[in-house]
Structures are given as C-alpha cells and as structure tokens.
C-alpha cells in the first residue's frame, strides 16, 4: 500500500502570514509530487508539481522536495482569506496519483 | 469550455439501483482515471484508461464497479446494485501521456444512495 501522509490540521493563520504544509510518503520509488486545492464541494485544481530535490516557487507558493527524507512540503506565503481551502498532497506512482488526506487551511482576516 | 466535463453532477438513487456517471476528457488527453472521494479523505484510486485500455483497476473495487471507454474518447463508470456505503463523490480526470503525470479533475458526480 502506498501511504501519503499529512499533517493533521485544520491549520489557522492569520492574513499576510506563512502557512506551512506537510506531507510525507512511503515509496522511495514516487517519480513527482503534487499538491492540489481543493475548496469545500469542489474538485482538486492543481497548484503546482515538483520532481527534483530542492524548492520550486510559482507566485506566492513554493514547494520543497528532499526524497532521502521521503519529504514534500508547501508554503504560502502571504495568506489571504481566498486559500482558504483543504491541500491535498499527491504522490506519482507508475501512472497514477495516491493521495493524502488533505490539511485544512484557514485564513482569518 | 476544454475541461473534464462530468455527468451527471448530482444523482440520489435507492439501495439496490444501478447508476451510471459519464466523463468527456481533455481532448489530447489520452489517459482518463476515475477516483472516489468520501469526506474527510482525499481520492482513492479506482481504475485507469489508456486510450481505450482499461490498464488498472484497484484490488479495492467491487465487481458492482465496471468502467468503459470504448473508443478511447469517454468513459462511462456504472456502479450495479448500489449500497449505501457507494455514496461519495466520484471524480474523473484525464492527462496526456508525455506528461509529468498530473491529474486534471472534473467537477466530480456526486452519489447519495439512500
């Protein structure tokens, strides 16, 4: 079984703030990482993906890769009361995507 | 509108009922998934279409659960018999093959089976 793991939210922080999501998982195999916003009754839009060690910023996102620690993570940075939503951490294996439970996030003003 | 586009996207039916949900793709995109989402979770992976070759189907999924796609365009995933436990949001996407393999979901059908 392919595990993704998230870190337990919800996550509260105020506007203008960071916001620090974590996701760890089991295969050392994964080729690419994902992460993707879901809003409440929505479906997954994808923010962004990341395959090589190291950090990766798109606008006030930036994801961070270290596969020897089998680690992924995303920052917001700047928060505003519109990423108010759950992040679901996805993993690649072969040619399909497991994913995490998700983390809550929200952004008070 | 060139996004996965999903039908129905409500359907409430009774226990014992067949439904089926249809999936229009992202035109070049020759791969198509379907995943189920309950709440609080996030997609569970039920089955993959390579064009129109069924490639994967998850070890998890009831043989109630059948998916097509007969011309390598749409797929069509019935669910036979439903049981209460097969209400959840069931969700399409679609990707091209040289990708890096991310996922391009639909607005998802969601299923209420009373």
């Known amino acids: 079984q392919k595990e993704v793991e998230q870190n337990s939210g919800p996550l509260s922080v105020p506007e203008g703030a960071i916001a620090s999501l974590n996701c760890t998982y089991s295969d050392r195999g994964s080729q690419s990482f994902f992460w993707y916003r879901q809003y409440s009754g929505k479906s997954p839009e994808l923010i962004m993906f990341?395959?090589?060690?190291g950090d990766k910023e798109d606008g006030r996102f930036t994801a961070q890769l270290n596969k020897a620690s089998q680690y992924v993570s995303l920052l917001i940075r700047d928060s505003q009361p519109s990423d108010s939503a759950t992040y679901l951490c996805?993993?690649?294996?072969?040619?399909?995507?497991?994913f995490g439970a998700g983390t809550t996030v929200t952004v008070r003003a | 509108d060139t996004g996965v586009s999903q039908d129905p996207r409500h359907k409430i039916t009774k226990r014992g009922q067949n439904v089926t949900f249809r999936c229009d793709p992202i035109s070049e995109h020759n791969r198509l998934y379907w995943y189920r989402q309950t709440l609080g979770q996030g997609p569970e992976f039920l089955t993959y279409?390579?064009?129109?070759?069924?490639?994967?189907k998850s070890r998890l999924l009831s043989d109630r659960f059948s998916a097509e796609r007969p011309k390598g365009s749409f797929s069509t995933l019935e669910i036979q018999r439903t049981e209460q436990g097969d209400s959840a949001m069931y969700l399409c996407a679609s990707s091209f093959l040289g990708s890096t393999g991310e996922l391009f979901f639909g607005e998802g059908s969601r299923l209420t089976v009373l």
């Open positions: 996805a993993v690649r294996y072969d040619y399909k995507l497991s």
């Open positions: 990341i395959y090589s060690n």
């Open positions: 279409f390579q064009n129109e070759a069924q490639l994967e």
